[in-house]
């Protein structure tokens, strides 16, 4: 197995996308760019990152799958294949929320909660 950070990825979900962008590149001093959604679900408006250096990119994103406030950030954990974990998730007490799915170019995603509740995503290339 490849070793990799833990986390790959993360999505603050919004209501108001134009806000929440100006809000963001008002605070971190850093521009917003459109990043089209492979499953043309979202908007969404990705951080400045570089996917080859230390740490997680991330998105604005507006859902009808979820919403902002408590609970309204979605980690996503890197894996090699999502369904290895996601195969887990019901046995330890947490529900499978929308199982495996492709995200195009980018892989596949399981959506999941925890058993506090939270909402988390597994992401792998396969």
Known sequence: MTEMNAIGWF???????????????????R???PLGDPTGENQMM??????????AGGALSKSAHSSPGPGGTVVYFSAEDCAVEEAR?????????RPKFSIGEFG???????TEG?????????
Do not use: H, W
């Not at 999505?11 to 001093?29: H, K, P």
């Not at 998730?89 to 929320?97: D, F, L, P, R």
């Not at 596949?108 to 925890?114: A, I, M, P, R």
């Open 11 to 29: 999505d603050i979900y919004v209501n108001d996308m134009e806000r929440a962008a100006a809000f963001y590149q008002t605070v971190l001093g």
């Open 31 to 33: 521009e917003l760019q």
């Open 46 to 55: 990705s951080f400045p990152a570089d996917m080859s250096a230390y740490g």
């Open 89 to 97: 998730v019901n046995e330890a007490g947490g529900v499978v929320i």
């Open 108 to 114: 596949f995603v399981s959506l999941c909660q925890d």
């Open 118 to 126: 939270n909402i988390f995503g597994i992401s792998s290339m396969k």
